[in-house]
């Protein structure tokens, strides 16, 4: 069973839960689901596990097999109705098979933009259909001129119409940026 959100309103409960934390803390946002979701797995007998957890699990092959969902160019899974704007923050598993309703077959979004904006707002060009420039990307936004894309979000997500109303806003986008350009720890 998958967990997660759609847009931002999940950010207040998070803030709240952060302000009383160490202000040191590493992965405070992964570290608030493991908390959130291992209470909610503990409560009905579960096993809870999270995207960021080793070995790394499929959780994108399991929300395109849950909800039909297919990549958008920019490799975010679009959903027909929250957009870019959803993210799975962890899963429950079960001992038991859980009968589920199969996903109905949805209009993927994507094919129906006409311009895709979402590949033309990034100010170096990193996504293309079929690929991503991770080093260009994470250069441009480190960089004097990426202060855009450090204070709102990525450029090319933002410009993507579909499911516009859970947009993040900007705080959040700027928290998850800040994320995405720490050096991670690397596995023993």
């Not at 429950?92 to 209009?107: G, K, N, Q, S």
């Not at 990034?122 to 690929?131: I, K, L, R």
Request: hydrophobic content about 45%.
């Amino acid at each position: 069973m998958l967990i997660g959100n759609a847009g931002a309103t999940y950010w207040p409960h998070f803030m709240r839960w952060r302000a009383r934390q160490p202000a040191d803390l590493a992965e405070p946002l992964d570290t608030w689901c493991r908390e959130v979701i291992g209470g909610i797995a503990e409560r009905f007998g579960a096993r809870a596990v999270s995207p960021s957890d080793r070995p790394f699990l499929p959780f994108q092959r399991w929300a395109m097999r849950a909800e039909g969902l297919r990549s958008s160019p920019l490799g975010i899974l679009m959903h027909p109705e929250y957009g870019l704007w959803h993210a799975y923050r962890g899963a429950l598993l079960f001992d038991i098979e859980i009968a589920a309703e199969a996903p109905r077959a949805a209009v993927h979004l994507c094919d129906l933009c006409i311009g895709k904006p979402c590949l033309k707002a990034c100010p170096v060009d990193a996504y293309a259909e079929a690929s991503f420039d991770y080093p260009a990307c994470l250069g441009h936004v480190r960089g004097a001129s990426g202060a855009a894309c450090r204070e709102r979000g990525c450029l090319d997500r933002n410009a993507c119409p579909h499911g516009a109303a859970y947009r993040y806003p900007a705080a959040v986008q700027a928290f998850h940026m800040a994320a995405s350009l720490r050096p991670k720890a690397r596995a023993a």
